[in-house]
């Protein structure tokens, strides 16, 4: 199957298509070819179309099959959307709030301080990750493959696990609702709502995607490291 046509059948796919940095211009290539020449394992892509197609359908068994890589390729490229595209968007949006004439008194700086307080701790969340859990994970398999030596594996992560992210991973989508219901409940009928609308749309995606990233940590990249974990432990007893 061509990929352009899979794309025409769901524009959602786009997103897919971005974050695993998958080149536009694809022409006629099948979907097959575009995977091959990108370096992406074509049972991971399948995969996730398949989820944006049905979202009853979450292929964690499947997923947690496939190498980390795409996953944490997967991930980075979705944070990077977030924080330099969609939350600046957004941001933008709820300051323009400010300008709305017929709002009661402050009730735009409220909506603007909630969100300010929002971005940082969205961005804490991102940073962790960033920083700790997608390197170790990507070290871990390194180490299982023989790439990096056990004992600088040992230093670099001491005390260190999946469960450690596990325990302390929250979710980012929820505060998107609670603005998005405080701004439908509470702002009075506006004589121009057409931005306005727009803000709702733009919070509604942003939460929905948030649900679908933090899924994809949750029951696929924490399996997968946890397994890694064992293999290892099981590798270098006694290390
Ligand atoms: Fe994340
Ligand atoms: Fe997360």
Known sequence: MKLSDLVTMNFEIIAVIQRLEIPYGFKDKTIATVCKENNIEVNSFLHLAQWFND???????????????????????????????????IEKEIEQL???????????????????????EFALHIEEEEIKTFPYTIDLTATLAGK????????????????????????LDEKVYDLQSLLLKHIPPLSSNCQFSNLLLEL????????DHTLLEDNVLIPIVQQKEKELYVKFKGL
């Open 204 to 211: 509604y995606r942003l939460g929905k995607d948030l649900r």
């Open 148 to 171: 990096m030596p056990i004992e600088t594996f040992h230093k670099k992560y001491k005390g260190y696990s999946i469960d450690w992210y596990m325990e302390n991973h929250n979710d």
């Open 55 to 89: 979202r009853d359908y979450f292929p964690q068994e499947q997923l947690i099959q496939q190498s980390p890589t795409w996953l944490i390729t997967y991930l980075r490229n979705t944070h990077k959307c977030y924080l330099n595209y969609q939350i600046p968007r």
């Open 98 to 120: 400010e300008n709305y004439s017929d709002l009661p008194d402050r009730s735009a700086q409220l909506m603007i301080q909630f969100f300010k307080e929002y971005i940082k």
